[in-house]
T-cell receptor, first 115, second 112 residues
Framework: KAGVTQTPRYLIKTRGQQVTLSCSPISGHRSVSWYQQTPGQGLQFLFE???????NKGNFPGRFSGRQFSNSRSEMNVSTLELGDSALYLC??????????????FGPGTRLLVL | AQSVTQLGSHVSVSEGALVLLRCNYSSSVPPYLFWYVQYPNQGLQLLLKYTSAATLVKGINGFEAEFKKSETSFHLTKPSAHMSDAAEYFCAVRNTGNQFYFGTGTSLTVIP
């Protein structure tokens, strides 16, 4: 079974631009979560989607948004990019969000550099 | 509120020596605890997880972790380090609201 895939793997943008990242979960997984990883802040939760609905949201500004499609693929968008948005963005999928025993499986990440 | 503390951002061990990576959690309810490993330029890979079935949890690559409620700890160990174990290790707790809280990570260096 294929793992979580994220595209693109690397991205360079300039301040003020917007960016869209894509995540395809493991087949059969309906929950997708997004994380931002930076050297200074570590791994921080962005949001989680299940059945096209946002279930949880971390403490990030409204410039960060996401959505999930009927095939469970998810996209996250960052508008008006800032230098501090440079990070590795990780996507994780699980079968379902309910029940804390669910294991998340992570993709390789998209590395975003904002110049 | 849940939080995870990983003591030691960098740990160095000799090849063949014991690996001990420390993780303490704070949780108001029994947590679900995880250890993940991240190799350079890759995502996170699950090593093992504790879901209250057994306090000693065995994972992949020879790693194991013991849940100690009295110490609120979930330390990761491996009897004999290999060069391939060099990576970043993250402890995480997942609450009943299904949010993950990650520790700041411990970078493991294995000295030949």
């Amino acid at each position: 079974k294929a793992g979580v895939t994220q595209t693109p793997r690397y991205l360079i943008k300039t301040r003020g631009q917007q960016v869209t990242l894509s995540c395809s979960p493991i087949s059969g997984h309906r929950s997708v979560s997004w994380y931002q990883q930076t050297p200074g802040q570590g791994l921080q939760f962005l949001f989680e989607y299940f059945s096209e609905t946002q279930r949880n949201k971390g403490n990030f500004p409204g410039r960060f948004s996401g959505r999930q499609f009927s095939n469970s693929r998810s996209e996250m968008n960052v508008s008006t990019l800032e230098l501090g948005d440079s990070a590795l963005y990780l996507c994780a999928s699980s079968l379902a969000p309910s029940g804390a025993q669910e294991t998340q499986y992570f993709g390789p990440g998209t590395r975003l550099l904002v110049l | 509120a849940q939080s995870v503390t990983q003591l030691g951002s960098h740990v160095s061990v000799s090849e063949g020596a014991l690996v001990l990576l420390r993780c303490n959690y704070s949780s108001s309810v029994p947590p679900y605890l995880f250890w993940y490993v991240q190799y350079p330029n890759q995502g996170l890979q699950l090593l093992l997880k504790y879901t209250s079935a057994a306090t000693l949890v065995k994972g992949i690559n020879g790693f194991e972790a013991e849940f100690k409620k009295s110490e609120t700890s979930f330390h990761l160990t491996k009897p004999s380090a290999h060069m391939s174990d060099a990576a970043e290790y993250f402890c995480a707790v997942r609450n009943t609201g299904n949010q993950f809280y990650f520790g700041t990570g411990t970078s493991l260096t294995v000295i030949p």
